[in-house]
């Protein structure tokens, strides 16, 4: 069933766990990430960014994942979000289609602009019932610094700014940047979690981790205890998907061209990322 992304984030900020907002890309990864969540009994988020918008066509995939949530997992809460809406024309969009939750994403402008258009966003938005994310700090990028070049206190969420944003703005959940970073393994060694405990203690809503693909128990408990809800996962999906396609091509047999047994693998080894990181993250058995 479609569920408020706002109403599964404040249950598990409430209930001590997290879930995940995992990135779809198409039809096999969209039913990956519904039956893992309907298997595991878990709230999930299923996220679409502005790109696949451009690849898939916004409305074919915001409905592809809408049939799949309503036919396939009925009795799963299942919230649809724009995932790093970096205009106000993308929120609108997004909002025409019928995304009931939206990210914008203002983190790489200037605190004012971030500040000025987050708000505008969420005026809009909040006079059709659409909730907001806004994200202050920045999450970078693989590639597009050298890691060991970043000076992470520049980067990083300035919790006192951060209460500001949240108060002036008015969002539903923040995206917080305590160190960690899109892609695989190349966030540093230890997220800053006295900074996550300190924007915990002055903002009363939802957080949310981007870049947490590779995130681990350990640091996954540690940011529930300091007030994350919510982690954000495309990099391992794209992998699991990526390696069963390679090995099932490379070992083609009998498999021969059935795109159907092809892809349907790369299905299936998505679905096991996601009831993996379900488990991790402690939302299993909380539908
Ligand atoms: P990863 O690709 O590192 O999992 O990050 C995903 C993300 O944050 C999407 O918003």
């Given amino acids: 069933m479609i569920a408020s992304v706002k109403e599964i984030l404040t249950k598990a900020k409430e209930g001590g766990y997290a879930v995940g907002a995992f990135n779809t890309v198409n039809l096999e990864t969209t039913r990956a990430i519904v039956e893992g969540a309907k298997e595991m009994r878990s709230p999930v988020i299923i996220q679409i960014t502005e790109k696949v918008m451009e690849y898939s066509g916004g409305r074919l995939i915001y409905n592809l994942v809408k049939n799949d949530a309503e036919f396939y997992a009925s ?13 106000f024309e993308i929120i609108q969009r997004a909002v025409a289609i019928g995304f009931t939750s939206v990210m914008y994403d203002g983190s790489r402008k200037v605190f004012s602009d971030n500040l000025e258009i987050t708000k505008k966003v969420v005026d809009f938005c909040h006079e059709k019932g659409v909730e907001v994310q806004g994200e202050l700090g920045n999450v970078p990028y693989l590639g597009e610094a050298q890691m060991e070049d970043i000076d992470w206190d520049k980067y ?10 949240v108060e002036e703005t ?4 923040l995206a917080v940047a305590i160190g960690n970073a899109h892609g695989f393994l190349k966030e540093r060694a230890e997220p800053d979690f006295d900074r996550m405990a300190m924007i915990n203690k002055s903002c009363q809503l939802p957080f949310v981790l981007h870049g947490a693909s590779d995130w681990e128990s350990g640091r996954v408990a540690e940011a529930i205890k300091n007030g994350v809800s919510c982690f954000n996962v495309a990099t391992a999906i794209q992998i699991a998907f990526m390696n069963s396609l390679i090995n099932s091509v490379n070992n083609q047999g009998e498999l021969g061209f059935d795109l159907r047994k092809l892809l349907g693998g790369a299905r299936d080894a998505v679905k096991e ?3 993996y ?11």
Avoid: C, R, W, Y
């Fill in 75 to 87: 009795e799963i809460p299942i919230g649809i979000h724009l995932d790093h809406g970096k205009s």
């Fill in 170 to 173: 008015g969002i539903d959940a």
């Fill in 273 to 275: 990322t996601v009831k």
């Fill in 277 to 287: 990181k379900i488990k991790i993250f402690g939302s299993d058995g909380k539908a």
């Fill in 156 to 165: 990083m969420t300035d919790p006192a700014q951060a209460k500001n944003f």
